[in-house]
């Protein structure tokens, strides 16, 4: 029953990525990146305003960290993605977006005093070549003649921007909750993404844009990141961040339905290489036992 949380929350996230290649076509994406901040720091004013207010003197002290992680976490990081929306799949996102955990891995060797372990690297490997043949079709010399499109090298740019964000998380640990980091947050995003509001051309809240804003919003600012922490707090970090790469089959699975997005040998082939290096990546030797040291 607890899996719920999680699942929830990676399909939410799934959806976003449709949002984001839909959004493209009806809306600036400087004007639905202010717009979804806005919109998800109005539904939470009622419920984290007050202690934030409360905290304010604990929090005075961070507000640089905060900022910093604002413009990584929230308005870098996101705004690249519908950037790059108009250039690329929604496929594509969901499978170089579940880089993160790799690239954040690798991020904390220097930032976090960690050890890279040897199937960290042999994952990282794998999943490398996994891109590799999926951005360059199936045929790696496209690459040299080529380069890969512009929307999938923005999102490698916004895949490394989050991976940074979520180390510096870690590393400036706060004498706050998630909430109240999350909305500070959100309001230094509201205040630096104004300028990229008022420089678009296509910024009316359509009948067409408005949905799309929405479930930017609220399921994907609010409900995704609450199922998210609840998920962490009932199952564990690690139980839950298997479940981060079940995003690309999701996406791949709605992207087919709701965009005609046609899945190619290549696709499977370096998708396939990309999820499975992650996970080994992700491993962790177990401990040993005094059974295990017994029998050795």
């Known amino acids: 029953m607890f899996y719920i949380f999680p699942l929830v929350t990676v399909f939410i996230w799934s959806g976003n990525a449709i949002v984001n290649k839909l959004s493209s076509s009806v809306i600036d994406p400087g004007a639905i990146s202010f717009y979804r ?6 539904a939470l004013t009622p419920f984290v305003l007050p202690s934030v207010w409360r905290m304010r003197h604990v929090i005075k002290p961070h507000l640089s960290k905060l900022a ?10 996101q705004s690249l993605g519908y950037f790059a929306a108009s ?3 929604a496929t594509n996102m969901a499978l170089i977006v579940s880089l993160v955990p790799l690239m954040s891995m690798f991020l904390s060797v220097p930032l976090l005093a960690q050890r890279l372990l040897p199937m960290a690297i042999v994952g990282a490997v794998l999943s490398l070549a996994g891109l590799v043949f999926m951005l360059s079709h199936g045929e790696i010399s496209n690459l040299a003649d080529q380069g890969i499109s512009q929307g999938d090298g923005l999102l490698l740019l916004a895949a490394f921007v989050y ?3 979520s180390v510096l998380l870690k590393r400036w640990r ?4 998630n909430w109240q980091s999350v909305y500070v947050q959100g309001l ?6 104004t300028p990229m509001l008022l420089s678009s051309e296509r910024i009316a809240i359509t009948g067409e844009s408005l949905p799309l804003i929405m479930y930017a919003a609220l399921p994907a600012s609010v409900l995704a990141p609450w199922g998210w922490l609840k998920g962490i707090e009932l199952l564990g970090a690690d139980r839950c961040a298997m479940f981060m790469n079940l995003m690309p089959v999701l996406t791949a699975l709605i992207a087919s339905v709701m965009l005609s997005e046609q899945l190619q040998a290549y696709h499977y082939v370096g998708g396939l290489m990309v999820l499975a290096g992650v996970a080994l990546a992700q491993r962790k030797p177990k401990p040993l036992t005094t059974e295990s040291v017994a029998t050795a």
């Open 68 to 77: 910093f992680l604002a413009l990584l976490g929230m308005v870098l990081n």
């Open 163 to 165: 991976a940074l964000y």
């Open 87 to 89: 250039t690329t799949t």
């Open 37 to 42: 901040w806005f919109f998800a720091m109005l």
């Open 188 to 193: 230094f995003a509201v205040m630096m993404l």
């Open 174 to 177: 706060m004498p706050i909750n």
